[in-house]
């Protein structure tokens, strides 16, 4: 009995042991060795983390860099048309479109042709136009007649004047018809040709074959494509600090490049409703914008005003506010900064950071964790 005894002692003791060593082996009860350890001090000390726990979380990070240009700030704005740049295009005359030159949406440049209009109006204007042209060439016969007659002293020189003062009426008439007819785009047998007054897209169409037209409406209205405003809302606290001339921006996105301008006029007075101004701005070039499309525009000063720049994957939001997750001497600590605008997939900063600090671009979540849980 005492033999049996001790036997099943020792293999006990032995069964302990294999556990344990194979414990250690694992490093914790199916974990990789090292992994129950690297966990329970990742909890312990949040803050302080080996590289080996920082390949594994996936941090990385980026020296914060120097910005020579701090925009004042950044505002939301919705692109629009200056009112140069939409023009509505209409019929001199009542009539009908027999042809249309152009579809909705084309592209066009000055002068060109956009439908022709069939009138009786132009027709009224040729025919006199047609007898003026006769009553000129008849007062231009007797008048050359009457020079005759006076210089051989058979009328008086007042008739010869009379003569001339019915050619310059005849003339007058002449031009008279003949500029209506070419300012309305008319030909003497009624038919009118509608041109793109500038050069732009054919944004609204209304006109079709057959269909009438009359001299009060607007079959056609031409944007040109290659002028653009903003229309921003300024927050109360930038209402003193923005002025005509000053520089702004609109950050890129996908496909569309940086956009530059300067801002034309602010308001003199807050909406009641919104606590804002709005001011107004040019965009520079052509770009590739749509009318009513809502963007953010950066503000920049008169003057370079120096700051920081960091990539804009390092923010991130603590207790509603922008931070950063700072790389310290004893590992990362929350830091709070004041954004001051966006440029390109970067962000900038009046404070809070300074040039050459290290902050967390990726692995963020993880060590908000960390430390949360710190």
């Not at 000390?45 to 925009?71: C, I, K, N, W, Y």
Request: glycine share 10%; charged share 15%; hydrophobic share 45%.
């Amino acid at each position: 009995m005492d033999r049996a005894k001790i036997l099943y002692a020792t293999l006990a003791a032995l069964a302990i042991v294999a556990a344990f060593a194979g414990y250690r082996l694992l490093g914790g009860w199916g974990q990789p060795d090292g992994a129950g350890q690297e966990t329970a001090d990742m909890s312990v000390a949040a803050g302080a983390l080996s590289a080996q726990q920082l390949r594994r979380l996936g941090v990385q990070t980026v020296v914060a860099e120097a910005a020579m240009d701090v925009p004042l700030g950044t505002v939301p704005a919705a692109i629009t048309l200056p009112p140069e740049a939409q023009v509505a295009v209409t019929a001199p005359f009542d009539g009908a479109i027999i042809r249309l030159h152009v579809i909705q949406g084309q592209q066009v440049s000055a002068g060109q042709a956009l439908a022709t209009v069939r009138s009786r109006e132009p027709l009224q204007y040729g025919a006199e136009l047609a007898r003026a042209q006769a009553r000129l060439g008849l007062a231009e016969a007797s008048a050359a007649r009457t020079r005759q007659l006076v210089q051989e002293g058979i009328v008086a020189g007042a008739r010869a004047d009379e003569m001339n003062a019915a050619i310059r009426v005849a003339r007058t008439d002449v031009a008279e018809n003949a500029r209506i007819l070419r300012q309305a785009g008319a030909s003497a047998s009624g038919e009118v040709t509608l041109r793109a007054p500038i050069a732009g897209r054919v944004a609204a169409m209304t006109a079709q074959v057959g269909g009438p037209v009359m001299a009060t409406s607007a079959p056609f209205v031409i944007e040109n494509s290659s002028a653009f405003t903003l229309d921003m809302q300024l927050p109360e606290r930038l209402a003193g600090q923005v002025r005509p001339g000053m520089r702004i921006a609109v950050p890129a996105t996908g496909a569309m490049p940086e956009l530059t301008g300067s801002i034309l006029s602010v308001g003199s007075s807050l909406d009641p409703a919104t606590r804002s101004i709005i001011a107004k701005a040019r965009i520079d070039g052509t770009p590739p914008l749509v009318a009513g499309k809502s963007v953010m525009v950066v503000i920049h000063h008169d003057s370079a005003q120096p700051g920081v720049s960091v990539p804009s994957r390092a923010m991130t939001t603590i207790d509603g506010k922008p931070h950063v997750l700072l790389r310290t001497s004893k590992g990362f600590a929350p830091r709070a900064v004041t954004v001051a605008g966006q440029s390109g997939d970067r962000t900038i900063l009046s404070d809070g950071l300074k040039p050459g600090d290290k902050v967390a671009v990726s692995g963020i979540s993880e060590l908000k964790m960390l430390l949360a849980g710190n």
